[in-house]
Each structure stands twice: as C-alpha cells, then as structure tokens.
C-alpha cells in the first residue's frame, strides 16, 4: 500500500528511472519500461497514457529524474538516460495544461522520506537503482551546493582492482549487470539461484556501497540514513553494505546513526515528486 500527499487537487507523481517509469496519483499506479534510448516523447507517451486510462484531470505533474536539474527545470545532465539532457519537461508537455514541478529523484526521495524531521535534524537518504545518488540535510535544512546538486554520491571515487572507478561503477545495478553481460532482471535471478559469479558481483557492489554509507556517515555525523533503490532486492546486497560501513565508520558516529531502508520503498521518489509539486504551488 502507498500513502498519497494530503490534498485535493490531482497530482501526479513521476518516478523516472534508468530502468522503470512510476507514474502514482492517488490509488493508481503503473510502471513502464525505460532504458538508455529513452526519450522525452517516450515519457510523454506514457504519461498521456496514464492519464486517459485513469481519466484523470491532474493539476500539476512531478517529474522525478535520475540527473542535475537547473532552477528553471531543464534537466542539465543524466548519465542513465542520455537523450533527457537538454530537456524542459514544463515546455514540452505544456499543452497538458499542468503545472510541471521537475527535481532530481533522490532530492524526491528525502522530501517524502524526511518530510517530519525537527529543526536540527542533520540526515540523508542514499538511493541505490542503475546508478547511486544521495540527498542530504543539515540542522533540519536540505544541503543543497552552489549549484543546487550536492549529494553525487555516485562519483564517490574508489580505488579497486588496480584502478580508480566511481561508485556508480561498482555498486550501481546497472553497472553490476553490464559487467557480467547481463539484464538486471538476469542477474538477479542468477544471485537468487546462488549462482558464485552473480553473488561475488552483487556482494562487491554491497561493499562498495557501504564505503560510500560509511563516508558519509564519517563526514556528516547523521542521525539518521535511509536507504532505497532496485539493487537492494540483489540477494546480498544490503547485508554486504550494513557490514562494509559498520566496519568502516567510526564507532561512535556509526553507533548515533540509525541506518534502515526507506520505509515508502518502491514509491518513495515518486510520493516525493508530488511532495515538490505541491511545495511550489504554495
């Protein structure tokens, strides 16, 4: 079951990701496949889809997206799905009539997740899908960068098999699956079959993961990551993370922080993209 944003109006939330499209309103929810040739038409395709299925009037749209997004909503950069960058939802799906709120999925997720923290709160959450990304609060208020983009997790540099890779690159699903030559869904198979090569491959991407937790852990002093994305279902993956940053975080920090999953899972970035589309219009 998933718990909509109070309000009225119709909102539709968006949970754009480099293997999924979530669109939610309400009790109503389906998903779409996406993939690195996905496309802006694609999205309005489905979305205008959604809408006529459900027969829905929504007054505003949010937009989740694996990528930088400018202030003005342009989507400035997004490795999972290249053809995105460049793109202005608010423009080019305009004749919906819709209100259009665009925000990086995992600023999405820290939104819902995070929505009833006190005032000197300093915490995050950490999303592990194709890529890995993190959004993060300080004395109660989101911690945002110069540019508005902290929280690149995923370009955490790391030195492994004689070379220096990003985070993304080792714990990321889709990562993990292209390295064995496989789909997601094919890799996870094989580690649920306890398949050796699969379950050495996803427990690498768990521990790489948890370095990336333990850092963060290290540097914020938190009290409190939550953690989500596709790559958890990975059979091993989250039990090899919570080992890597326990081991790897300094006792009394890793003791104040409580590290649990997102407790809204699957929906959690696309509750959140409401959250943001009701938090402009106000």
Request: charged share 20%; proline share 4%; glycine share 14%.
């Given at each position: 079951?998933?718990?909509?944003?109070?309000?009225?109006?119709?909102?539709?939330?968006?949970?754009?990701?480099?293997?999924?499209?979530?669109?939610?309103?309400?009790?109503?929810?389906?998903?779409?496949?996406?993939?690195?040739?996905?496309?802006?038409?694609?999205?309005?395709?489905?979305?205008?889809?959604?809408?006529?299925?459900?027969?829905?009037?929504?007054?505003?749209?949010?937009?989740?997206?694996?990528?930088?997004?400018?202030?003005?909503?342009?989507?400035?950069?997004?490795?999972?799905?290249?053809?995105?960058?460049?793109?202005?939802?608010?423009?080019?799906?305009?004749?919906?009539?819709?209100?259009?709120?665009?925000i990086n999925d995992?600023?999405?997720?820290?939104?819902?997740?995070?929505?009833?923290?006190?005032?000197?709160?300093?915490?995050?959450?950490?999303?592990?899908?194709?890529?890995?990304g993190a959004a993060?609060?300080?004395?109660?208020?989101?911690?945002?960068?110069?540019?508005?983009?902290?929280?690149?997790?995923?370009?955490?540099?790391?030195?492994?098999?004689?070379?220096?890779?990003?985070?993304?690159?080792?714990?990321?699903?889709?990562?993990?699956?292209?390295?064995?030559?496989?789909?997601?869904?094919?890799?996870?198979?094989?580690?649920?079959?306890?398949?050796?090569?699969?379950?050495?491959?996803?427990?690498?991407?768990?521990?790489?993961?948890?370095?990336?937790?333990?850092?963060?852990?290290?540097?914020?002093?938190?009290?409190?990551?939550?953690?989500?994305?596709?790559?958890?279902?990975?059979?091993?993956?989250?039990?090899?993370?919570?080992?890597?940053?326990?081991?790897?975080?300094?006792?009394?920090?890793?003791?104040?922080?409580?590290?649990?999953?997102?407790?809204?899972?699957?929906?959690?970035?696309?509750?959140?993209?409401?959250?943001?589309?009701?938090?402009?219009?106000?």
């Amino acid at each position: 079951m998933h718990r909509a944003p109070e309000g009225n109006e119709i909102i539709i939330g968006a949970d754009l990701g480099g293997t999924k499209l979530l669109l939610l309103c309400g009790a109503h929810s389906r998903r779409f496949g996406t993939g690195p040739g996905y496309t802006p038409e694609d999205f309005a395709t489905q979305l205008r889809a959604f809408i006529e299925d459900v027969n829905l009037r929504p007054v505003r749209i949010g937009i989740a997206v694996p990528g930088l997004v400018a202030r003005d909503g342009e989507i400035v950069s997004c490795d999972v799905l290249p053809c995105l960058t460049g793109w202005r939802p608010e423009t080019s799906l305009k004749a919906l009539g819709c209100q259009i709120t665009v925000i990086n999925d995992v600023k999405a997720a820290l939104l819902e997740e995070m929505q009833d923290v006190s005032n000197d709160f300093t915490g995050g959450v950490i999303m592990a899908g194709t890529a890995i990304g993190a959004a993060f609060m300080t004395q109660g208020r989101e911690l945002r960068g110069v540019n508005g983009w902290a929280g690149e997790l995923g370009y955490l540099p790391l030195h492994t098999d004689g070379s220096v890779k990003r985070l993304d690159e080792v714990a990321g699903g889709g990562a993990m699956a292209t390295q064995m030559g496989l789909s997601g869904e094919a890799l996870a198979q094989l580690a649920n079959d306890n398949d050796a090569l699969a379950m050495a491959t996803v427990k690498a991407g768990g521990e790489a993961l948890g370095i990336g937790m333990a850092s963060v852990i290290n540097l914020l002093n938190p009290s409190r990551l939550a953690v989500g994305g596709g790559a958890l279902k990975l059979k091993g993956y989250w039990e090899a993370a919570l080992r890597t940053a326990q081991a790897h975080a300094i006792p009394p920090l890793w003791d104040a922080c409580s590290v649990t999953r997102v407790k809204s899972g699957h929906f959690v970035a696309a509750l959140g993209s409401i959250r943001a589309a009701q938090r402009d219009a106000a």
